[in-house]
T-cell receptor, first 112, second 112 residues
Framework: AQSVAQPEDQVNVAEGNPLTVKCTYS??????LFWYVQYPNRGLQFLLK??????LVKGSYGFEAEFNKSQTSFHLKKPSALVSDSALYFC??????????FGTGTRLQVFP | KAGVTQTPRYLIKTRGQQVTLSCSPI?????VSWYQQTPGQGLQFLFE???????NKGNFPGRFSGRQFSNSRSEMNVSTLELGDSALYLC???????????FGSGTRLTVV
């Protein structure tokens, strides 16, 4: 069965510091991995995806993610956090079906 | 290019009633998926339609149904509403294949 784990309910980081939001996955076959961000009372905004190719994927708003097959991880990173990055972040996997399986979400809080 | 449009944005219904939610995908997108988001269960897949055919269905009771029209617009219906159906219902569309999903802003359903 496909699954996604986001081990941290919340991540706190000071503005200007690097941030990492963790994600591990379990899927049979080759994974398609996604990161989405959700602001209050809004839908999900697509940040980036990994399908194949380079393990380092660059996305919107300066975010990037590193695919690690041996560790089955797809951590989201940003070199310098902004207060406006504060939001709820979801990792998702799409294995051999057409449905996205989401993690439980990680709330990112960036402090000034 | 218009995004995914969901109507209505907010809805209040009484237990036992039924409700229909609407989703207009991005022009040219033939795949439409529906997700339910609740604080307790997170984001859960409801169903996916492609070219008017349901391709995938999540683990929801038969009270939850959907359909897709020839213009790719989709509706989901929930009959005999229960308090636990209160949630944010998100629709997502994609062109197909490995494309990322684009989400709408959602419909906030409150059952009283």
């Amino acid at each position: 069965a496909q699954s996604v784990a986001q081990p941290e309910d919340q991540v706190n980081v000071a503005e200007g510091n690097p941030l990492t939001v963790k994600c591990t996955y379990s899927v049979s076959g080759n994974p398609y991995l996604f990161w989405y961000v959700q602001y209050p009372n809004r839908g999900l905004q697509f940040l980036l995806k990994y399908i194949t190719g380079d393990n380092l994927v660059k996305g919107s708003y300066g975010f990037e993610a590193e695919f690690n097959k041996s560790q089955t991880s797809f951590h989201l990173k940003k070199p310098s956090a902004l207060v406006s990055d504060s939001a709820l972040y979801f990792c998702a996997v799409n294995g051999n079906t057409d449905k996205l399986i989401f993690g439980t979400g990680t709330r990112l809080q960036v402090f000034p | 290019k218009a995004g995914v449009t969901q109507t209505p944005r907010y809805l209040i219904k009484t237990r036992g009633q039924q409700v229909t939610l609407s989703c207009s995908p991005i022009s040219g997108h033939r795949s439409v998926s529906w997700y339910q988001q609740t604080p307790g269960q997170g984001l859960q897949f409801l169903f996916e339609y492609f070219s008017e055919t349901q391709r995938n269905k999540g683990n929801f009771p038969g009270r939850f149904s959907g359909r897709q029209f020839s213009n790719s617009r989709s509706e989901m219906n929930v009959s005999t509403l229960e308090l636990g159906d209160s949630a944010l219902y998100l629709c997502a569309s994609r062109a197909g294949g490995n494309d990322g999903y684009t989400f709408g802003s959602g419909t906030r359903l409150t059952v009283v």
